[in-house]
């Protein structure tokens, strides 16, 4: 039984009725309309058979599969106990990369603002000029050699770009000056 049901029933008013509402009842019932309108145009996307909340539970899938696909984005580079986290590029280098760890590397200095080393095996390159180089970007050098920037400068290299640390906040610090055992991992 509805409130509104009781009302007419026990001839008392509604409980939540104010004269505010009974000022608005036209907007209200422009919005039942709409309510009316849109109702069967949304339960018409579900397939025959099947109930209004199995419509939920595709929503919940595709945020579910989004969820997924974050996760696949995301790795992980720890640097002694500091821990970044990285969200790859959407590319092949990016992909294969992620496809060998976890990885241990011997990262040497270079420069003053960045950490290199090679890789047991070449990934695929797709080089361009960045022009100005962020901390915290992780790039691919050639195919086989893997760079963590942590200072911003301006480069006229040719890099793939892998990803980038989210918040390289204390990366410096981090790595410091000295060459650096660095893990990367998907956790």
């Not at 907007?27 to 069967?40: E, H, Q």
């Not at 976890?102 to 040497?108: A, E, G, I, K």
């Not at 962020?134 to 892998?162: C, E, I, K, P, W």
């Amino acid at each position: 039984m509805t409130i509104s049901s009781l009302s007419a029933d026990t001839g008392a008013q509604r409980p939540f009725a104010t004269e505010v509402e009974h000022r608005r009842a036209p907007g209200l019932r422009f919005l039942r309309g709409l309510g009316l309108l849109l109702g069967p145009l949304v339960l018409g996307g579900c397939e025959a058979g099947q109930s209004a909340t199995s419509g939920w539970r595709t929503v919940a899938s595709d945020a579910g599969a989004a969820s997924v696909k974050q996760e696949e984005s995301r790795m992980w580079m720890t640097v002694g106990e500091r821990r970044f986290a990285i969200t790859l590029t959407d590319n092949a280098a990016a992909r294969a990369f992620a496809a060998k760890l976890p990885l241990t590397l011997d990262m040497s200095e270079l420069n003053g603002n960045e950490k290199h080393a090679s890789l047991p095996k070449a990934l695929p390159a797709n080089e361009s000029r960045p022009g100005t180089i962020r901390n915290g970007d992780l790039m691919l050098y050639g195919t086989q050699t893997l760079v963590v920037f942590y200072l911003t400068f301006d480069s006229s290299y040719a890099y793939t770009r892998l990803g980038r640390v989210d918040d390289p906040a204390g990366l410096a610090q981090a790595l410091g000056r000295r060459d650096a055992r660095v893990v990367f991992s998907k956790n």
